[in-house]
C-alpha cells in the first residue's frame, strides 16, 4: 500500500527560486555565455542578469517598503558591466618621460642667446690667449698632479672648474626660460661639457697647448659635480666651489702676473670649497649663518718664472672659516643690509659672482704644505 503524501498546492509548485540561488545560476549562464558563446552573446546574458537583478531589488525595495513605511530609498544600481568592459579595454595614457630629446630641443632653444655669448667670449679668449690655429693637430699627454707635470694639476683643476660654471649657469638659464625645465641640470652638463670639448679640440691646433685626454676628463668631473648639485636637493644651497684671485701679498716677492692675459696664471690661483650655515636649516636663525668653512688648494713652483726664480715645487691644502658674503649682503636678517635690492639686476650678478668667485681678505686660512721639493 503506497504511503500517502499530503498534497503539495500549486502555489508551492510555482513559487520562484529564492532570489540567491537564481543569482548564483544567472552568474553561471552569463559566465557560460562569455566563455562558449558567439559575439555578442555575452552581452545578452549579462543584460538578463542585470535585469534579473534589478527586478529582485525592486522586488525586494517593495517589500521592505510594505513592512517599513519610512524607509530610506534604495541606493542607486552600479554602474552597467558593459561599461566597466569599455573602460577596461581603453588604451592606458603613456607614462611621462623625465628626460626626452624633444626637451633637450627646446632646454637649447631657450638658451640660445648664452650659449652665443659663451661661445664668443670663448672665441676671443682661445684665439688671443690660448694661440688656436697656430699649429697643426697634435696630442699631448700632460699627467694630472704629479712633480712632473706642467702646472702641478691647477690646468687640471681649472678645466673642471670651468666646466662646472658654465654648466651652472646654463642650468640656471633653463629653468628661467624654458616651458619644461625639468632636466635642466642634465642639459646644462651636457652643454657645458660640449663647449668644453670643443675648446680642448682647438687646443689641439694651438702649439703652446695641443689636445689632452686629461683635460677633456677634467671638463667631465666638472659637468658631473654640476649635475649632482643641481640634483640633490639643499645641495646647492650649502655648497660652493670658487677660485680665488690671490693678492701679491699672499705670494712670495718676485712672483708676478705679467703675462697680460684675461685670466690669472696658475701661480695666483686658489680653488676653495665653501661649505655655508646659511644652507642649514637650524642655523639659519642664528649668526652661524654669516659662517662659511673652508677647504682650499693651490700649487706654487711650477710655472716657467717660478722656477727660473728657484721657487720651490710646494702644494697646499687649506682650511679656513670665512664670511658668506651673499648672506651678509643680502640675506633676510636683523643686520641692516641690500636684501630689499635683492632683485634688481646688480644685485643678482654681485650674488652670482660671489657664488664662484672667492674674495680675498674675506677669510681666515691655515695651510699646510704636504709636499715641498726644492730644485
Not at 697643426?136 to 698632479?145: A, S
Not at 681649472?158 to 626660460?177: C, E, K, P
Not at 650655515?277 to 654669516?290: D, I, N, V
Request: charged letters at 20%; proline letters at 8%.
Amino acid at each position: 500500500m503506497t504511503p500517502a503524501y499530503p498534497p503539495w498546492p500549486a502555489r508551492d509548485i510555482l513559487r520562484p527560486l529564492p532570489a540567491k540561488p537564481r543569482r548564483r545560476i544567472v552568474a553561471a549562464l552569463a559566465c557560460l555565455g562569455a566563455v562558449a558563446g558567439p559575439p555578442g552573446a555575452p552581452d545578452l546574458f549579462l543584460s538578463s542578469a542585470l535585469a534579473t537583478e534589478a527586478s529582485d531589488e525592486r522586488r525586494g525595495s517593495r517589500a521592505k517598503k510594505a513592512r517599513t513605511p519610512h524607509a530610506k530609498p534604495p541606493a542607486p544600481a552600479p554602474a552597467a558591466l558593459a561599461d566597466r568592459r569599455t573602460v577596461a579595454t581603453a588604451p592606458a595614457p603613456a607614462p611621462p618621460t623625465f628626460y626626452s630629446m624633444n626637451q633637450l630641443g627646446d632646454h637649447l632653444w631657450s638658451v640660445r642667446w648664452e650659449l652665443a655669448a659663451v661661445g664668443g667670449a670663448l672665441a676671443v679668449i682661445g684665439f688671443k690667449d690660448w694661440g688656436w690655429g697656430d699649429s697643426g693637430f697634435k696630442f699631448i699627454e700632460e699627467g694630472y698632479f704629479a712633480k712632473n707635470t706642467r702646472h702641478g694639476g691647477m690646468d687640471k683643476i681649472g678645466h673642471a672648474f670651468s666646466t662646472f660654471v658654465i654648466a651652472d649657469l646654463i642650468t640656471d638659464r633653463i629653468r628661467a626660460n624654458a616651458a619644461d625645465p625639468t632636466g635642466a641640470q642634465i642639459t646644462g652638463a651636457l652643454v657645458a661639457f660640449g663647449i668644453m670639448g670643443l675648446a680642448e679640440t682647438l687646443d689641439g691646433f694651438a702649439g703652446r697647448h695641443r689636445f689632452s685626454r686629461e683635460d677633456i676628463a677634467a671638463n667631465a668631473v666638472g659637468a658631473a659635480f654640476s649635475m649632482i648639485r643641481n640634483t640633490i636637493p639643499g645641495m646647492r644651497e650649502k655648497l660652493d666651489w670658487r677660485l680665488m684671485y690671490t693678492p701679491s701679498n699672499y705670494e712670495r716677492p718676485g712672483i708676478t702676473t705679467a703675462d697680460g692675459g684675461f685670466l690669472p696664471t696658475y701661480e695666483r690661483q686658489r680653488y676653495v670649497m665653501a661649505l655655508k650655515g646659511s644652507g642649514f636649516a637650524s642655523l639659519k636663525s642664528t649668526p652661524l649663518r654669516y659662517v662659511e668653512l673652508h677647504a682650499g688648494f693651490d700649487v706654487r713652483g711650477f710655472e716657467k718664472k717660478e722656477r727660473a726664480l728657484g721657487y720651490p715645487i710646494e702644494r697646499t691644502f687649506y682650511v679656513g672659516v670665512g664670511l658668506n658674503l651673499n648672506e651678509v649682503l643680502f640675506g633676510q636678517g636683523a643686520l641692516p643690509n641690500l636684501s630689499k635690492h635683492k632683485d634688481t639686476l646688480p644685485a643678482k650678478l654681485a650674488q652670482k659672482t660671489f657664488e664662484y668667485i672667492q674674495v680675498p681678505y674675506t677669510a681666515i686660512y691655515a695651510g699646510n704644505r704636504f709636499s715641498t721639493i726644492r730644485r
